[in-house]
């Protein structure tokens, strides 16, 4: 027996079968039809089934088309939200449909939830050994198995495309650098025009200047700041240091010995005074160590002409490399 159909009716003497709000048995019904699905869906998940393909398809395609809210309703902000929230769900989408699209994920999951490991073997020793015929053989496999890989790797045509494309870059790249290392490095044209002009006769380059055949001439140059002499009639080697003071070569060698066996001390004294115990460092720590005691040595000068050397060869692969290109690569090789 089926009830009449009330009707919604508010007033001071409501008529018979009415009552204030009237429930639409069509939305009742659809309403407690997805209440069934869903607790059809939760047990399916409490008997360990997954969804396929197509109901996860379905499932982000409603999710994705029926807002729990009103979007117009929304501030800018919220309505950016929900925009963005879509397009993650239409990306998951996407990405189980084309990614996924053999099901092996919800293969792997059924499979390894499934496993029994109380059949395993817990005991080593029990454990069945390997021959030697049976390490070749999954050795041999192995090996089948990369070269398998590594030729879908190198006949797929996008992989193809993308180490062509590396090149291709990576010579444009050494291109534009030979280039800039060629303006450098080109003679100016004043230089140039010196080039068929002959030298002055019976005239030698000392350092303190020109001579001419009567006097013996100098070699010498600045060697670190510091000017060097060297007298072949004496045979002695002289060095000027920036202050006025000047040495021979026996005393800077003896004084450059003093201060590295003086730097030796100093490195072992702070090796002791760091490892007091005297347990021995590992192999990581000593070359820390190690690393920082010629760091520090360096002058600030020389650090700052690395640096920027660092900063220019940056500044010189990202305007050469782009950021868009470095996106688009890192999107091609995710794929």
Excluded: C
Aim: charged share 30%; no cysteine; net charge negative.
């Amino acid at each position: 027996m089926s009830l009449t159909n009330a009707n919604s009716e508010i007033s001071a003497h409501p008529g018979k079968n009415s009552v204030t709000h009237a429930t639409d048995r069509a939305a009742q019904a659809a309403d407690v039809d997805r209440k069934m699905r869903f607790y059809g869906v939760i047990e399916a998940f409490r008997a360990g089934k997954l969804p396929d393909n197509q109901q996860i398809d379905e499932t982000l395609q409603y999710v994705n088309s029926h807002s729990p809210v009103k979007v117009n309703e929304l501030s800018p902000d919220g309505q950016k939200l929900i925009s963005d929230s879509r397009d993650i769900i239409e990306t998951a989408r996407l990405i189980v449909k084309d990614k996924n699209a053999d099901e092996l994920f919800q293969n792997f999951i059924w499979h390894t939830t499934e496993t029994d490991f109380n059949k395993a073997k817990v005991d080593t020793d029990a454990a069945t050994p390997i021959t030697k015929d049976d390490a070749k053989k999954d050795g041999r496999q192995a090996i089948a198995n990369l070269r398998t890989l590594l030729t879908l790797v190198l006949t797929n045509s996008e992989a193809r495309k993308l180490l062509s494309d590396i090149q291709l870059i990576g010579r444009d790249l050494f291109a534009r650098g030979a280039i800039k290392a060629g303006e450098k490095a080109r003679p100016t044209h004043e230089q140039l025009a010196q080039v068929d002009d002959a030298a002055p006769s019976d005239n030698f380059a000392s350092s303190t200047g020109p001579v001419g055949t009567t006097a013996t001439p100098q070699v010498g140059g600045t060697v670190g700041g510091r000017q060097v002499t060297h007298d072949p009639k004496t045979g002695n080697t002289i060095i000027t240091h920036p202050d006025g003071t000047t040495q021979t070569a026996g005393s800077v060698g003896q004084d450059a010995k003093a201060t590295a066996q003086a730097h030796l001390d100093e490195t072992r004294a702070a090796m002791s005074a760091e490892n007091p115990d005297g347990t021995k460092k590992t192999f990581k720590e000593r070359i820390v160590a190690g690393y920082n005691s010629v760091t520090d040595r360096i002058p600030d000068e020389r650090r700052d002409q690395a640096q920027e050397h660092v900063e220019r060869a940056k500044n010189f692969l990202r305007d050469e490399f782009p950021e868009d290109r470095r996106d688009q690569f890192i999107y091609r090789l995710k794929k």
